[in-house]
């Protein structure tokens, strides 16, 4: 079965430290790859999406992913995090274009220490 | 522009008994689909609903049973409700079924099984 891995589950980080989550999935085929953002209170949001062409994806806020096929992975990194940026992260596959189904990772809950 | 909207917000119920969730999407959005996040889990898909019917569903029991009206908007029902059913139900909306299409989420209902 079709499964999203997310390593990191808890992450704390200085404010101005930069950030890496990693994110694995297994499925042979096409996919199309998300990354999503919950902010406390707040209902889940799209971070960044990769379908295609350039591997290397920019999202909102300064974050980007890049898409290495080789490894199935799509990990989600900022140069500099700020406070703001206490949320928790979910990686998402879809792995059947004519549907809009979504394998969800586990999440990761990043905390910024101002 | 309303988003994503889900009623009730939270709901309390016992072992047994049935719940109706309800969901409106997004102005403009004719699919919805229903996931489940039970707690520290990322959401898990349950079923897609597109011109009133379901178009794929997730790995969940028949006792998960849902409905898609004219208007778009649609509810999730769960029959024989088990404590394991305890859990946040997001909704997410989007413009056609395909995998490229965005999904927009709810805030969810908390759902407690008692």
């Known amino acids: 079965a079709q499964s999203v891995s997310q390593h990191n589950h808890h992450v704390i980080l200085s404010e101005a430290a930069s950030l890496e989550l990693g994110c694995n999935y297994s499925?042979?085929?096409?996919?199309?790859l998300f990354w999503y953002v919950q902010y406390p209170g707040q209902h889940l949001q799209l971070l960044l999406k990769?379908?295609?062409?350039?591997?290397l994806v920019k999202g909102i806020k300064g974050f980007e992913a890049e898409f290495i096929k080789s490894k199935f992975s799509f990990n989600l990194r900022k140069p500099s995090v700020q406070w703001s940026d206490t949320a928790e992260y979910f990686c998402?596959?879809?792995?059947?274009?004519?549907?809009?189904?979504?394998?969800f990772g586990q999440g990761t809950t990043l905390q910024v220490k101002p | 522009d309303a988003g994503v909207t889900q009623s009730p917000t939270h709901l309390i119920k016992t072992r047994g008994q049935q719940v109706t969730l309800r969901c409106s999407p997004k102005?403009?959005?004719?699919?919805v689909s229903w996931y489940q996040q039970a707690l520290g889990q990322g959401p898990q898909f349950i079923f897609q609903?597109?011109?009133?019917?379901?178009?794929q569903r997730g790995n969940f029991p028949d006792r998960f049973s849902g409905h898609q009206f004219p208007n778009y908007s649609s509810e999730l029902n769960v029959n024989a409700l088990l404590l394991g059913d305890s859990a946040l139900y997001l909704c997410?909306?989007?413009?056609?079924?395909?995998?490229?299409?965005?999904?927009?989420f709810g805030p969810g209902t908390r759902l407690t099984v008692l």
């Open positions: 997410a909306s989007s413009l056609g079924t395909g995998g490229y299409n965005e999904q927009f």
């Open positions: 499925y042979g085929g096409t996919v199309n």
């Open positions: 990769y379908f295609s062409g350039d591997p």
């Open positions: 998402a596959v879809n792995a059947w274009s004519n549907t809009g189904k979504l394998i």
């Open positions: 102005s403009g959005h004719d699919t």
């Open positions: 609903y597109y011109e009133e019917e379901e178009r």
